[in-house]
């Protein structure tokens, strides 16, 4: 069943789909909120009506996860398929010939869906799913996918990078808000410590898998340095606590250069709980659903974004039981650990709330350009005191002015016409 979040979102997302203007949304949830299955039936709506949809996650894990939920949802259709880069040979042609005659409905995959080669004939919504993950032409050269028209196109996240915020408070998006969990959720307890700390961390680790939980240890490298630096790496990590800390535990390792296979493996035993500890780098940052799971280690915390940050935290908390997460770093200045440790109305801040610390960090990036950070061009608001149901007030006032006065002629519209003239000169767009 939908919580009424989600079927307000969903909502939306129709109403954009009958148009025929494309759409443009951000559909925002916090981690866990249930954010998938809304695209997934946006998906659905748009193969109802004669179009293709593709779905584009950050990471081969993702893209399989989310496949194999679509296998469920569209168990009698519409018909789909993976396409990643370990798709090859007669596979890969058949996919291929699928979305170019229109025989596949729905199409999931990696950065692969963009490539040159990958054709469809009549795409007519593009999913990009943990939109932070990915570049700016990445997400609009699915725009070039069309059959001459542009697609529509749903972004989602939990945690919106600056670049996309500002565009939400400007309009070049459209926001959708999915503000509540599933019930039983409990807020996830955050702890910052240092590294000569760790021993009391792995004493509670320890203490979580007496108890029948799981544990997440992520670290911000594969490799160990050979030039002998500190920075935490899995497979160090892993050997370490493997012979001491975490003794006698069932310890396994996973990151981005195993094979697909590999990984899903390893995945799978500990989904079954014949694992006790996974030590991995952030390619279990989104989209892994481990209910047992309880307690994240984030090793080397600072050298992650505020987006990366909370995106592992989420991986843990999706069950009954109380959970923690410990980011471990000597960076006791970071104004991104600071936020991660903020609380609010007695729980941690939000994706939209953190979004918005981003926002303040690192500033919002340009407009129309491909910087997705930095000094924000346009100064007619402060953008980290935006709520948004301020967004929604200003754009409904946006459409109220433009459907009363479209070119922006009547005189006391003529410093807006001319604020605007201006941004588009700026960009030789005029």
């Given at each position: 069943t939908l919580t009424a979040a989600q079927q307000r979102s969903l909502r939306e997302i129709r109403a954009d789909l009958a148009r025929r203007v494309p759409m443009s949304r951000l559909l925002e949830g916090d981690v866990g909120s249930g954010k998938t299955v809304v695209a997934a039936l946006g998906a659905r709506i748009a193969v109802s009506s004669g179009a293709q949809a593709a779905l584009m996650a950050p990471t081969e894990l993702l893209a399989e996860q989310h496949?194999?939920?679509?296998?469920?949802?569209?168990?009698?259709?519409?018909?789909?398929?993976?396409?990643?880069?370990?798709?090859?040979?007669d596979a890969r042609r058949r996919i291929l010939g699928g979305l170019a005659d229109g025989t596949i409905d729905v199409v999931v995959g990696t950065h692969a869906l963009v490539e040159e080669g990958v054709a469809f004939k009549r795409l007519g919504l593009a999913i990009v799913d943990e939109q932070h993950r990915f570049g700016v032409r990445q997400r609009?050269?699915?725009?070039?996918?069309?059959?001459?028209?542009?697609?529509?196109?749903?972004?989602?996240?939990?945690?919106?990078?600056?670049?996309?915020?500002?565009?939400?408070?400007?309009?070049?998006?459209?926001?959708?808000?999915?503000?509540?969990?599933?019930?039983?959720?409990?807020?996830?307890?955050?702890?910052?410590?240092?590294?000569?700390?760790?021993?009391?961390?792995w004493e509670g680790v320890r203490l979580a898998v007496e108890r029948g939980q799981q544990a997440f240890v992520v670290t911000p490298r594969i490799d160990p340095d050979e030039t002998g630096d500190d920075v935490p790496s899995a497979i160090a990590v892993e050997r370490?606590?493997?012979?001491?800390?975490?003794?006698?535990?069932?310890?396994?390792?996973?990151?981005?250069?195993?094979?697909?296979?590999?990984?899903?493996?390893?995945?799978?035993?500990?989904?079954?709980?014949?694992?006790?500890?996974?030590?991995a780098t952030t390619v279990i940052e989104v989209g892994i659903d481990i209910p047992n799971a309880?307690?994240?280690?984030?090793?080397?915390?600072?050298?992650?974004?505020?987006?990366?940050?909370?995106?592992?935290?989420?991986?843990?908390?999706?069950?009954?039981?109380?959970?923690?997460?410990?980011?471990?770093?000597?960076?006791?200045?970071?104004?991104?650990?600071?936020?991660?440790?903020e609380q609010k109305d007695g729980r941690p801040l939000d994706g939209f709330e953190l979004a918005n610390r981003d926002l303040q960090i690192r500033g919002a990036g340009e407009f129309l350009g491909t910087r997705q950070s930095g000094a924000p061009e346009l100064r007619i608001v402060d953008l980290a005191d935006v709520d948004p149901r301020l967004i929604d007030e200003t754009a409904s006032e946006a459409d109220r002015i433009l459907s009363a006065d479209p070119v922006l002629e009547r005189p006391d519209h003529g410093l807006l016409a001319n604020a605007v003239d201006q941004l588009w000169r700026r960009y030789a767009l005029a």
């Open positions: 496949s194999r939920s679509l296998a469920v949802l569209f168990e009698n259709g519409p018909t789909h398929a993976l396409l990643t880069s370990s798709v090859t040979g609009s050269t699915f725009r070039e996918k069309g059959d001459g028209l542009d697609p529509h196109l749903l972004l989602t996240t939990a945690t919106p990078i600056p670049q996309t915020l500002n565009q939400t408070i400007y309009r070049d998006l459209d926001i959708s808000l999915i503000d509540e969990l599933p019930a039983g959720r409990q807020p996830i307890i955050t702890h910052l410590r240092t590294p000569d700390q760790l021993a009391k961390v370490d606590l493997r012979r001491a800390d975490l003794r006698g535990l069932r310890l396994a390792l996973m990151h981005g250069r195993m094979p697909a296979r590999e990984r899903d493996d390893v995945m799978r035993r500990f989904a079954a709980r014949d694992l006790d500890v996974l030590v309880t307690v994240m280690v984030i090793l080397g915390a600072d050298r992650f974004g505020l987006a990366q940050l909370h995106q592992l935290r989420g991986r843990v908390g999706r069950g009954a039981e109380r959970a923690y997460c410990v980011l471990v770093s000597d960076a006791s200045d970071s104004a991104r650990l600071a936020a991660m440790v």
